[in-house]
């Protein structure tokens, strides 16, 4: 590689992430900013955190979010698994293009087409049968678990496809029944997806806006729909303190994850290495 | 073995074998299809009817007259579309903001994209965790905080009244460069990941070979790696560029009034003025739009993992 070449790499890098991380920072400053304007530092102060935490509705609606993320990440693994081992692993059946359509289309369908149809869709099953009888967190969590379960097909499909196929097999030749196949190799061989993907279902979830104020019910607002409600008016420092909260907790998360994704993966590497030999 | 004397676990393993793969097929496809696919068709259905002031805000599409089932269409809706300039305003600027945004994502994320794929080993997965890491973290606090940079009373402004280079703060937020960034930023991650993975897998003996064979840097590029490396553009810009068209958070916060998008319109038409059929039609009209783009990025998903395997 040229040196003028690698310059220009390097400096292109060097604005991109500073463009990806300069605001995030300037939130994470100014949240310990003492007063109330964002552009005049007048002091160092955490009493924006203090009056984050005595602010019931946004505690309220924290609380919602938190239970609607767990739980539609939960069910997302449970739909999205079989969805991603389907792409991956069982060939030609009918109707299997318009399954992978239906898995594509959620990850760039624009939220308020996903949001508005989904609406319509709780609203007319009301009339008909009854059921969702009102809209709340019961249908926010339907709502999230669909989009996100295309989310972990994806995943899962990914990483079976970069997977040997050759242990599943050997296994089926040995007689195996299929359900024991999957549990006893498939399923440990994937579950550092199966964590990435329910982590992504989590993060989507609590950070979706959109389809949650389409098919939210009274009682059921969500924390993006009170910090939105917050923002419109505004930047202020409570929403500061809120958004640090949340880096410093994703980032957790995802340091500790990756970490285990990558020992895991290491693992596995020198178990093949020792086969190998 | 007569199937009387089969024990219970026995059966189910039998039943299992037989139905298990349409059972592991079953459960996920009729999930999507009831609340993915069923949900178009009943926005298509409330696109035809007409408002009214009623519980849900809309009529019925079907009647029972006369012992027969009288079907009432009514295009009003979408003529309605046709005939307020707003919507089709609103419809082109969308599809503009959304193609310039593309652009000026692919510009930024191409050379990250190499830089990342080109970088040693264990720096390349810290960068690759560096473009990760922001999109885990929310997309609403990445979008408001621009709204404390780009503000009339913001850092930038501040910054520039400080130095001396203005007298009068300039007006960012609220125009249409806002939206630009706040589509960029937001979005940037999504086309870096499809641009990365196939840039990482290709053969980079191909560059050698046209650089030996006399090929200028710059001409090694325009015909090894820029082709090479479509289906990553592809791929990218089509994550960037659909989800942008109905984008509603950006405009509604860094976009000023005049800002008209097509996602904020259909918000608009349903939380406001609670018009369930308009915001229908409205949504029809951009998934007309929309079908052949996401078909196309389908397309280029299975093409990607087929050609995996």
């Known amino acids: 590689m040229s040196g003028k070449r690698s310059t220009f790499l390097i400096s292109a890098l060097a604005f991109g992430f500073a463009f990806l991380y300069v605001p995030i920072l300037l939130v994470i400053i100014y949240s310990f900013n003492e007063g109330k304007l964002v552009t005049v530092w007048s002091g160092f102060s955490t009493k924006w955190y203090v009056s984050l935490f005595n602010n019931d509705g946004m505690i309220d609606a924290a609380w919602n979010s938190l239970r609607i993320g767990v739980m539609s990440a939960t069910l997302a693994l449970a739909l999205g698994t079989p969805a991603g081992l389907v792409m991956s692993r069982f060939g030609r059946f009918k109707g299997r293009t318009l399954f992978s359509g239906m898995i594509a289309a959620p990850l760039v369908m624009p939220e308020v087409i996903t949001g508005l149809s989904l609406l319509l869709l709780f609203v007319t099953l009301e009339q008909i049968v009854g059921w969702p009888a009102g809209r709340g967190i019961s249908t926010i969590t339907i709502a999230h678990s669909t989009f996100c379960a295309a989310y972990v097909a994806v995943v899962v499909q990914s990483r079976l496809s970069g997977m040997d196929i050759s242990v599943e097999e050997a296994a089926m030749d040995l007689g195996a029944k299929p359900g024991k196949i999957f549990f006893v190799i498939t399923l440990p061989m994937i579950l550092p997806a199966l964590l990435a993907g329910w982590l992504l279902s989590f993060t989507l979830s609590l950070d979706d806006l959109v389809i949650a104020s389409f098919v939210a019910g009274p009682g059921s607002t969500t924390l993006p729909m009170k910090v939105f409600s917050s923002v419109r008016l505004g930047v202020s420092p409570e929403i500061n303190a809120l958004a640090t909260l949340i880096i410093l907790a994703v980032s957790i998360l995802i340091v500790i994850a990756s970490i285990m994704i990558l020992r895991s993966e290491r693992m596995r590497n020198r178990t093949a290495n020792a086969s190998d030999i | ?309």
């Open chain 2, 1 to 309: 073995m007569s199937s009387d004397k089969l024990t219970l676990k026995q059966r189910f393993d039998r039943w299992m074998i037989k139905h298990g793969r349409v059972l592991v097929i079953g459960i996920p496809y009729f999930w999507l299809f009831l609340f993915f696919l069923v949900p178009f068709l009943i926005v298509l259905k409330i696109s035809f009817s007409m408002a009214e002031y009623a519980q849900p805000p809309y009529s019925a599409l079907f009647a029972w007259i006369d012992e027969g089932v009288t079907i009432t269409l009514n295009f009003g809706n979408y003529l309605f579309l046709l005939s307020d300039s707003l919507y089709a305003t609103a419809y082109l600027n969308s599809i503009r903001i959304a193609a310039i945004s593309t652009v000026i994502t692919l510009l930024i994320g191409y050379p990250m994209a190499y830089g990342i794929a080109r970088a040693r080993g264990s720096m390349r997965s810290v960068l690759l965790m560096l473009v990760i890491l922001p999109f885990w973290t929310s997309f609403l606090i990445r979008v408001y905080a621009w709204i404390g940079i780009l503000d009339r009373e913001g850092l930038i402004n501040a910054f520039l009244l400080w130095t001396g280079i203005i007298s009068e703060p300039l007006i960012m937020r609220q125009t249409e460069f806002a939206v630009y960034v706040g589509i960029v930023y937001t979005y940037l991650p999504f086309m870096i990941l499809p641009l990365y993975s196939t840039l990482e897998k290709m053969d980079i003996s191909l560059i050698e070979a046209a650089l030996d064979l006399g090929c200028k840097p710059w001409q090694a590029f325009v015909k090894v790696t820029l082709p090479l490396s479509l289906p990553g553009i592809l791929a990218g810009s089509l994550l960037v560029f659909i989800p942008a068209v109905g984008e509603f958070v950006i405009p509604e916060l860094l976009g000023g009034p005049n800002t008209l998008m097509i996602g904020r319109t259909l918000w608009n038409e349903f939380f406001a003025n609670r018009d369930w059929p308009i915001a229908s039609a409205v949504a029809i009209a951009m998934l007309v739009f929309l079908v052949v783009p996401i078909m196309w990025f389908q397309h280029i998903q299975t093409k990607q993992e087929e050609g995996q395997q």
